[in-house]
């Protein structure tokens, strides 16, 4: 049986400095952010986590480009309601990461270092996140569509087969490995085929 650690691949990563992080302590406040802390937080990993873990990091890396994305100072607007679609779990994702929080998010210290309202649920009309860098004003447009890496044809009918509680063990051993595999072609492609980008300001 594969480890944890061993399922998913380790790139793509990102690493960003956490000014309240080190100013607390942990560390100089650099963390380092794989695909595997976007399951732990979820719990699973599915073509959803993996599409919110792409999408904070080529958000971030066009706003940042070459310099290090500082964790507390980025702004992130969903396309739609919380609770339209997947918007919800895709925005735990993002907050993780980028320490973007909605109303109930850190509120700061004397005036500084607040998370709390950096993370709304707009509407941007088009299926794109919003990313803008709190100290610029930068902003890029970012969204996902894992259509181009489809399932394979085989997990429908494995799925029916384990919803329905028909399935043997062989079956759900069968349809796992066909789940993750997917995940992991998406993760391998890094977004070239998933991700879109466009600069809003």
């Not at 080190?22 to 979820?42: H, I, N, P, W």
């Not at 699973?44 to 919110?52: D, S």
């Not at 009918?157 to 069968?174: F, N, S, T």
């Amino acid at each position: 049986m594969k480890s944890m650690h061993t399922l998913y691949p380790d790139q793509p990563s990102i690493a960003l400095h956490d000014p309240l992080a080190e100013l607390l302590g942990a560390g100089e406040g650099y963390f380092t952010y794989r695909f595997m802390d976007a399951v732990k937080l979820s719990g699973h990993a599915c073509p959803t986590v993996a599409g919110a873990f792409l999408l904070t990091i080529h958000g971030l890396k066009a706003l940042y480009e070459e310099c290090t994305p500082v964790r507390g100072q980025i702004k992130i607007t969903a396309p739609g309601p919380v609770d339209a679609g997947t918007n919800g779990p895709i925005s735990q994702v993002m907050t993780l990461i980028t320490g973007a929080a909605a109303d109930n998010g850190f509120r700061g210290l004397a005036g500084k270092f607040a998370r709390n309202g950096l993370l709304s649920f707009g509407s941007t009309g088009d299926g794109r996140w919003i990313f803008t860098r709190t100290d610029t004003e930068k902003c890029v447009g970012v969204s996902y569509d894992p259509s181009s890496i489809p399932p394979d044809p085989d997990m429908k009918p494995l799925m029916q087969q384990i919803m329905q509680g028909d399935a043997d063990c062989e079956a759900k051993r069968r349809f796992a490995q066909l789940w993750r595999e997917r995940v992991v072609k998406i993760l391998e492609d890094d977004g070239k085929a998933t991700i879109t980008l466009s600069y809003v300001c």
